[in-house]
């Protein structure tokens, strides 16, 4: 079935260093990859997505890439900061013009730690 | 704009105990999801509505689990009866098309605050 794999679990990183989490996903008909952060007791927000159709997104200090060839896609948060500590969820999706609203697979997260 | 209410936002109850949670979606939205997330298990999607229709149930864990959705502005999640299993964090989500690429459409799913369920 669908599925999607993200590493690493947990990573910490000092205040200004990079961080990157990896995504992998079964079905090569997905075609939408958002990511979400989700602080601790809150609700996962969404912060990046990307379509199928472009290889890479950026946004400030965050940026997102997609290999569709491998089925990977990946979260790259550059010049950390305290506040970009939070659990870091990965996602896709299929969607298609006959079905609005797919369904989400999530990544099982990663914990992310910056250390001032 | 509210956002997507959830309520109650925690709820404490005994095992066997009925148990519903309820959702108001964002106005104008026309999907809608509910997860249940665990430290166990992660983030898991139970179901989802598109315009008021169950598309996919296949998270339900089980037949003590059920949901409806009567019309645009409100469902529910009710468990009957209620297991210790079932504690954790149960969020509601709701989402609207974005735009297009392709002849795609891609909805960006927006979480209300979650309800914390602890079955005792």
């Known amino acids: 079935g669908e599925n999607v794999e993200q590493h690493p679990s947990t990573l910490s990183v000092q205040e200004g260093d990079s961080a990157v989490i990896k995504c992998t996903y079964s079905?090569?008909?997905?075609?939408?990859f958002p990511w979400y952060k989700q602080e601790l007791g809150k609700r996962p927000q969404l912060i990046i997505d990307i379509r199928s159709n472009v290889g890479e997104k950026k946004d400030q200090r965050i940026a997102v890439t997609l290999n569709k060839t491998a089925k990977h896609f990946s979260l790259h948060i550059t010049e950390t900061q305290p506040e970009d500590s939070a659990v870091y969820f990965c996602?896709?999706?299929?969607?298609?013009?006959?079905?609005?609203?797919?369904?989400?697979?999530f990544g099982q997260g990663t914990e992310l730690s910056v250390k001032p | 704009d509210a956002g997507v209410i959830q309520s109650p936002r925690h709820e404490v109850t005994e095992m066997g105990q009925e148990v519903t949670l309820r959702c108001k979606p964002i106005?104008?939205?026309?999907?809608l999801f509910w997860y249940r997330q665990t430290m166990m298990r992660g983030l898991e999607l139970l179901i989802y509505?598109?315009?008021?229709?169950?598309?996919?149930d296949s998270g339900m864990p089980e037949d003590r689990f059920s949901a409806k959705m009567p019309n645009a502005s409100f469902s529910t999640l009710k468990i009957q009866p209620s297991e210790p299993r079932d504690s954790a964090v149960y969020f509601c989500?709701?989402?609207?098309?974005?735009?297009?690429?392709?002849?795609?459409?891609?909805?960006?799913?927006?979480f209300g605050p979650g309800t914390r369920l602890t079955v005792l």
């Open positions: 996602a896709a999706s299929k969607v298609s013009p006959i079905q609005v609203g797919g369904k989400l697979i």
């Open positions: 509505f598109n315009n008021n229709v169950p598309i996919d």
């Open positions: 989500a709701s989402s609207f098309p974005v735009g297009t690429s392709g002849g795609a459409l891609y909805n960006e799913q927006f």
């Open positions: 079905d090569s008909a997905s075609n939408y």
């Open positions: 106005s104008g939205h026309n999907s």
